[in-house]
C-alpha cells in the first residue's frame, strides 16, 4: 500500500518558510510546519508535540528539493 502526502507553502520571508501538510490538498491539513531558511535541518511542526510522518516526509523531500536549487518549492508532495 503506498503513502501520499503534501505541502504547500503558506508564508515565506528571509527567516523562515511555513508548510501546511497533509495527504491531499482537498483533505483538511494535519497541521504546518516552519523551517529555518538559515538552517534548513532547524524545523518543527508548529504547536505539536510529535512529528506526523505527513511531516516527515515532505519536509525531508522540500529539503532535498532546496539542496539543488537553493530555494524552498512552493508545493511538495510524496508517494511512495
Not at 510546519?33 to 510529535?50: E, K
Request: charged share 20%; hydrophobic share 40%.
Amino acid at each position: 500500500m503506498g503513502f501520499m502526502a503534501y505541502a504547500k507553502q503558506t508564508f515565506s520571508n528571509s527567516v523562515v518558510a511555513v508548510y501546511e501538510f497533509g495527504f491531499r490538498p482537498e483533505e483538511p491539513i494535519h497541521g504546518s510546519f516552519v523551517v529555518s531558511l538559515a538552517d534548513p535541518s532547524d524545523w518543527h511542526v508548529f504547536g505539536a508535540d510529535r512529528v506526523p510522518r505527513t511531516a516527515e516526509v515532505t519536509y525531508r523531500k522540500g529539503a532535498a528539493l532546496f539542496g539543488e536549487s537553493g530555494e524552498w518549492p512552493l508545493w511538495i508532495s510524496f508517494n511512495s
